[in-house]
T-cell receptor, first 110, second 114 residues
Framework: EDKVVQSPLSLVVHEGDTVTLNCSYE??????LLWYKQEKKAPTFLFMLTSSGIEKKSGRLSSILVKKELFSILNITATQTGDSAIYLCAVDRGSEKLVFGKGTKLTVNP | DAGVTQSPTHLIKTRGQHVTLRCSPI?????VSWYQQVLGQGPQFIFQYYEKEERGRGNFPDRFSARQFPNYSSELNVNALLLGDSALYLC?????????????FGPGTRLTVT
């Protein structure tokens, strides 16, 4: 059975801290791994990773995929209160069917 | 450019009733997928439609059905509603070509079954 596991499930930090969110997966026919940020309703697309070892960056956020070990990390540096959200990891099995983890709830306190 | 739109935003129904949820994809996107997100969980795949044909179905009962129209908009129908169907229903669209298949989500429809 396809499985995506995120850790930690919940994280509370102070503004300015750096956080690392983890996502491990066991799926058949892996095509890509996607990260989303969900604040109220709509998950907002952050990154799509297909190649191992290549870091993707967007401002203070970065992510990397390690295919050999079946995991990905999402880093957020110099966190701000606006980074408070649920971060979802999903794996695309090549059929447009995304398999999601439960998410990591990040709370950034001022 | 408008993103993915969904209607209604909120809905309250009684057990046994039927509901229809609607989704309009981003202009130019031909693939629409539906997901159910129960509180505290990640979204779960229900259906994927591409060019009006069902291309994928998740592990949901036959009470759930969907279709895609010629303009690529889509409807999700749920019959004989149960309390457990209460959830946020998300629609996602994508270009679904070899160059780009990132899925972009709409704001969702919050369904409450009482």
């Amino acid at each position: 059975e396809d499985k995506v596991v995120q850790s930690p499930l919940s994280l509370v930090v102070h503004e300015g801290d750096t956080v690392t969110l983890n996502c491990s997966y066991e799926v058949t026919n892996f095509r890509s791994l996607l990260w989303y940020k969900q604040e109220k309703k709509a998950p907002t697309f952050l990154f799509m990773l297909t190649s191992s070892g290549i870091e993707k960056k967007s401002g203070r956020l970065s992510s990397i995929l390690v295919k050999k070990e079946l995991f990905s990390i999402l880093n957020i540096t110099a966190t701000q209160t606006g980074d408070s959200a649920i971060y979802l990891c999903a794996v695309d099995r090549g059929s447009e069917k995304l398999v999601f983890g439960k998410g990591t709830k990040l709370t950034v306190n001022p | 450019d408008a993103g993915v739109t969904q209607s209604p935003t909120h809905l309250i129904k009684t057990r046994g009733q039927h509901v229809t949820l609607r989704c309009s994809p981003i202009s130019g996107h031909k693939s629409v997928s539906w997901y159910q997100q129960v509180l505290g969980q990640g979204p779960q795949f229900i259906f994927q439609y591409y060019e009006k044909e069902e291309r994928g179905r998740g592990n949901f009962p036959d009470r759930f059905s969907a279709r895609q129209f010629p303009n690529y908009s889509s409807e999700l129908n749920v019959n004989a509603l149960l309390l457990g169907d209460s959830a946020l229903y998300l629609c996602a669209s994508s270009l679904a070509n070899w160059q780009s298949y990132e899925q972009y989500f709409g704001p969702g429809t919050r369904l409450t079954v009482t």
